[in-house]
């Protein structure tokens, strides 16, 4: 969707008449329903200017045609500024920053935004990903050239900012070129109704997409798929062969950890898209999207994929069945508002359901770890009866992690008292499970293992936010928390440097996990949780203390589940082994008691 299309001519005459902001406020709230912040007004004041110093030029046709703020379709991405003839489309990325700081990450830089030093995209990567998602996507896009550029209308050339492998792809213009971007779009001729046939072009995945992403499919045993896997795998293309037809579909699949719900997820976004049906995998988890992405592309470049994988929060404005499919991995994360103050939006559930004509929902509801998450199978089945929508249901029983040992899941659930078993013990059980009294012997012991990672409860504040300290020191341990790192690619790269905690660890694995518990929970004649020892900074029981007031009996049900759950889903990472140490010294003896001769 485009918000603004004029020629140059009435571009310059909307400028100088001072029309041309309120037209964008206006037309943006109109045609794709988004307020403008007061930084993106500031920013088009700002950058609109240069714009305008630049197309003045009478070198530039006065009859090209230009946009401003082009919605990507089937995305909330939007284009700053497209230019466009018979032949080609350049698509302009527009930046007020004046310096920059490299980051360790390839595409990742730190600038100045809104006052503070933040780390964010490196705009050619940005512009780069635009260009290619468009090729990918829009067939009508695929007639043309496009050419990705960014204009940094306040940074003189920079050596920091060019000293990135994804510059190269890019056309870069810098505070002192913009001759060379005059030059550049004096290029441009006269057309006629081409930004129409780019914005109503069908969607489409292209060949090379298709290819690529079968080629990183092709041998990964990440995501080969077993048992009944294979069957909730095709069930779902048969549903999506009579989705859309009359209702909507939606199809809920239960999983318990290590059920292989996110490998049925990515084979499924990989099928469709071959079947050229336009796909998302869909998840609030940040740290899922990126270890996703990075397991499945692996030595791959195609930037397009990072766009297949998108959050929960991206579908407030999107169009009536705008998508083919939606892949809703840990659904039971799926919360009611989006957005950075969580004021965004009406609900996640009804906003994927209205967007997709099938909807497929991966869920445990013994995975609900703060006050906010809302999915449940009920909260699913209200919102499909509302649209009318035909429901199907399926369940992923095996257990593929923790060596495969339903045993000590179910074990699990007994310790922490979710919910009542057989399994009192785990003799019998062939899992690697060890307390230890010293959390120096644990992290030594998980030196020795490959692929092991530490984690601990959100119980230590995350005061290296904001000073260069530890956040998590027991005696002489001392450790970061992980929050600071790539998403969840810190599991990849270092994960025994720091410490993982909820929000960087749940939907992801490793051979041996080291768990620190802490003084959340604790064992006395029972097991006990303690919701005021959580850390401040720790945002999972937002809503506890105003519900302790209204209603104390369900405020303490519901923190002591998400308690609860959160050291379920941290002590059920591990493939091989779990590693424990808690901070109560009779929940360390209460579990050493539960592990072979309990009585």
């Not at 005059?182 to 780019?198: D, H, M, R, V």
């Not at 049906?277 to 270890?291: D, F, G, L, P």
């Amino acid at each position: 969707m485009i918000v603004y299309q004029n020629t140059k001519k009435g571009f310059l005459e909307d400028f100088i008449n001072e029309n041309l902001i309120n037209l964008l406020k206006t037309l943006t709230k109109n045609i794709i329903n988004v307020t403008p912040s007061p930084s993106e007004i500031r920013a088009w004041e700002n950058s609109l200017k240069e714009m305008f110093i630049v197309l003045s030029d009478s070198k530039i046709d006065e009859n090209i045609l230009i946009a401003i703020e082009y919605q990507i379709p089937a995305t909330s991405k939007r284009i700053d500024f497209l230019a466009i003839d018979n032949e080609k489309m350049a698509i302009i990325e527009l930046k007020q920053w004046e310096k920059i700081e490299k980051t360790s990450m390839p595409n990742v830089v730190k600038t100045l935004i809104g006052g503070k030093k933040r780390e964010t995209i490196h705009p050619s990567y940005q512009v780069y990903s635009y260009a290619r998602f468009i090729k990918d996507f829009n067939i009508f896009a695929r007639k043309l050239e496009i050419i990705p550029c960014v204009y940094m209308h306040n940074m003189e050339k920079n050596s920091k900012f060019s000293d990135y492998e994804i510059v190269k792809d890019t056309k870069i213009f810098f505070k002192n070129e913009r001759k060379k971007l005059i030059e550049f779009l004096s290029e441009f001729k006269p057309s006629k109704n081409i930004l129409e046939k780019l914005d109503s072009s069908a969607l489409c995945p292209s060949k090379s997409l298709i290819d690529s992403l079968s080629d990183m499919l092709k041998g990964n045993e990440e995501f080969v798929l077993l048992d009944e896997q294979r069957l909730v795998f095709e069930k779902a293309l048969d549903l999506a062969k009579k989705s859309g037809t009359k209702n909507k579909t939606i199809y809920i699949v239960k999983g318990g950890p290590g059920s292989g719900k996110s490998v049925v997820a990515i084979n499924l976004l990989v099928e469709f898209i071959k079947r050229k049906k336009n796909a998302r995998y869909v998840t609030k988890n940040a740290s899922i999207r990126e270890v996703s992405k990075e397991k499945l592309k692996g030595e791959y470049k195609n930037r397009t994929i990072d766009m297949l994988f998108t959050s929960s929060g991206s579908f407030i404005n999107a169009l009536k069945d705008e998508y083919d499919v939606l892949i809703v991995d840990e659904a039971h994360r799926l919360n009611e508002k989006s957005g950075i103050f969580n004021n965004l939006g009406e609900n996640q559930i009804k906003e994927i359901i209205n967007a997709s004509k099938l909807s497929i929902f991966f869920i445990d509801e013994d995975q609900k770890v703060t006050f906010k998450d809302i999915g449940s199978r009920d909260e699913i089945k209200k919102w499909a009866e509302y649209f009318g929508a035909e429901i199907y249901e399926d369940e992923l029983k095996s257990q593929f992690r923790c060596n495969g040992s339903d045993g000590y899941i179910a074990w699990l659930d007994d310790v922490l008292e979710i919910k009542e078993s057989a399994n009192k013990t785990l003799d019998g059980v062939d899992y690697d499970f060890r307390v230890f009294d010293d959390v120096n012997e644990m992290y030594e012991e998980l030196q020795k293992r490959k692929n092991s990672a530490i984690v601990a409860g959100y119980c230590w504040d995350w005061v290296s936010k904001k000073e260069n300290r530890d956040d998590i020191v027991i005696g002489n341990f001392s450790k970061k928390w992980n929050l600071n790192e790539d998403k969840g690619l810190w599991l990849l790269k270092n994960p025994l440097n720091q410490v993982g905690c909820i929000h960087t660890i749940q939907g992801l694995e490793c051979d041996y996990i080291g768990v620190i518990i802490g003084d959340d929970l604790i064992y006395d004649n029972g097991i006990k949780t303690q919701p005021e020892k959580r850390a401040k900074t720790d945002k999972s029981l937002n809503g506890y203390k105003k519900m302790l007031k209204s209603n104390p009996e369900q405020a303490k049900k519901s923190a002591d589940k998400i308690i609860k759950n959160t050291y379920r889903v941290l002590m059920s990472r591990g493939l091989k082994g779990c590693y424990v140490y808690a901070i109560d010294e009779k929940l360390r003896e209460y579990l050493k008691g539960r592990i072979l001769d309990f009585q």
